[in-house]
T-cell receptor, first 113, second 115 residues
Framework: QKEVEQNSGPLSVPEGAIASLNCTYSDRGSQSFFWYRQYSGKSPELIMFIYSNGDKEDGRFTAQLNKASQYVSLLIRDSQPSDSATYLCAVKGSSGNNNDMRFGAGTRLTVKP | SAVISQKPSRDICQRGTSLTIQCQVDSQVTMMFWYRQQPGQSLTLIATANQGSEATYESGFVIDKFPISRPNLTFSTLTVSNMSPEDSSIYLC????????????FGPGTRLTVT
């Protein structure tokens, strides 16, 4: 079992729709969860982080965390073509060390005009 | 956030040669990391670059193949030694600042092709 799993996609949504990206992780003691956006040919860019169960909203982005289910998600409301990218889920393990950060393989999102 | 630059941005190298990648940060950071991202794959941590001491390597990566230097809190180098086509990848420098928000930032990456 991979430590951080994501659907590879591609996920295609029409412009203006809600895009839902999902991630599960294996280390039950994990405390910190991150979403990175990576445009083709570019490096990952941090867009959201969440530490507590529940929802965290930032503009059009909402991160959702359920530690009991070991599940974290990212919702993108009013999706725009500029949101088309690969979204990486990252989980910091129970050690809390940054060298214990594990990344999913990413979900490729395409927003169609 | 942190502004991170890497040199070179890309290179094409011959098998058996070595390439040194530089990473410069605009401010002092306590933790610097080197990652590899192969085509269509996620990020794999190669090592943690420790200031003033030897780097800490992850399983599957060794110092002879990926020597790392970190002479100060804003600069690090990663060398890919005795390259083979399997080393073709994007190499990313990453930094983390202690204190405040627990965020990790990535440099623009170095795209390496070994022929």
């Amino acid at each position: 079992q991979k430590e951080v799993e994501q659907n590879s996609g591609p996920l295609s949504v029409p412009e203006g729709a809600i895009a839902s990206l999902n991630c599960t992780y294996s280390d039950r003691g994990s405390q910190s969860f991150f979403w990175y956006r990576q445009y083709s040919g570019k490096s990952p860019e941090l867009i959201m982080f969440i530490y507590s169960n529940g929802d965290k909203e930032d503009g059009r982005f909402t991160a959702q965390l359920n530690k009991a289910s070991q599940y974290v998600s990212l919702l993108i409301r009013d999706s725009q073509p500029s949101d088309s990218a690969t979204y990486l889920c990252a989980v910091k393990g129970s050690s809390g060390n940054n060298n214990d950060m594990r990344f999913g393989a990413g979900t490729r999102l395409t927003v169609k005009p | 956030s942190a502004v991170i630059s890497q040199k070179p941005s890309r290179d094409i190298c011959q098998r058996g040669t070595s390439l040194t990648i530089q990473c410069q940060v605009d401010s002092q950071v306590t933790m610097m990391f080197w990652y590899r991202q192969q085509p269509g794959q996620s990020l794999t941590l190669i090592a943690t670059a420790n200031q003033g001491s030897e780097a800490t390597y992850e399983s599957g990566f060794v110092i002879d193949k990926f020597p790392i230097s970190r002479p100060n809190l804003t600069f690090s180098t990663l060398t890919v030694s005795n390259m083979s086509p399997e080393d073709s990848s994007i190499y990313l420098c990453s930094v983390h600042r202690t204190g405040g928000i627990d965020e990790q930032y990535f440099g623009p990456g170095t795209r390496l092709t070994v022929t």
